[in-house]
Every structure is written in C-alpha cells, then in structure tokens.
C-alpha cells in the first residue's frame, strides 16, 4: 500500500489522510516519503515538522508548496484508554481508545 499509494498522495499534493481502524488513535508528523514498513522511518530526510500540529503547542504544521502529508488512523475500541507505546516511529501521537 505505501509503495503504491504514498506516491501518488504526495505527487498531487494531498494535505492529510484518513484512515479507520478499530483500535487506536494516531496522528502522523508532517511527512514525505514514507515508502517502507515502519522502522525505516528516518525522521532526518522524511519529516517536515517534527512538532505536535497544536495550535496551543509547537504551532500547526505549515506546508511549503505540495510536499508533506499528515496522516491519521481513528478507531472506535481499544483494550484500555490513555496513551500506549508507539510502535510507529512516524506517529506523533498514538492512543487507544475506549474500553
């Protein structure tokens, strides 16, 4: 899917997308570039804002030109509520969701 996908997104300049699951909350940096599995995220060449997008906290993410996506996954149910271990190096945030 990212090998496929990803490229296309970014090529049009897409801003943000919205992916469902049923367990957990994540919210992606603003990226570029993330073609493989997880752990070959390399947030040096691939973010283009490492900050939380918060307008109260670092500030939203700013674009220049097309490149860079956000990326959120919602879920519905999770196992317990709060935050969990990120197992996505590419998320800012990941949190499950209801019990």
Do not use: W
């Given at each position: 899917?990212?090998?496929?996908?990803?490229?296309?997104?970014?090529?049009?300049?897409?801003?943000?997308?919205?992916?469902?699951?049923?367990?957990?909350?994540?919210?992606a940096y603003l990226i570029n570039g993330p073609y493989d599995v997880s752990s070959t995220f390399a947030p040096a060449t691939m973010?283009?804002?490492?900050?939380?997008?918060?307008?109260?906290?670092?500030?939203?993410?700013?674009?220049?030109?097309?490149?860079?996506?956000?990326?959120?996954?919602?879920?519905?149910?999770?196992?317990?509520?709060?935050?969990?271990?990120?197992?996505?190096?590419?998320?800012?945030?990941?949190?499950?969701?209801?019990?």
């Amino acid at each position: 899917m990212r090998e496929n996908y990803l490229p296309v997104l970014e090529a049009h300049g897409i801003d943000l997308v919205l992916l469902g699951h049923a367990h957990n909350y994540e919210r992606a940096y603003l990226i570029n570039g993330p073609y493989d599995v997880s752990s070959t995220f390399a947030p040096a060449t691939m973010a283009l804002d490492l900050g939380d997008g918060l307008p109260d906290g670092d500030g939203a993410y700013q674009k220049t030109g097309d490149a860079g996506t956000v990326y959120v996954v919602s879920g519905s149910v999770g196992s317990s509520a709060g935050a969990i271990s990120n197992e996505h190096p590419a998320m800012h945030i990941t949190r499950r969701l209801f019990l």
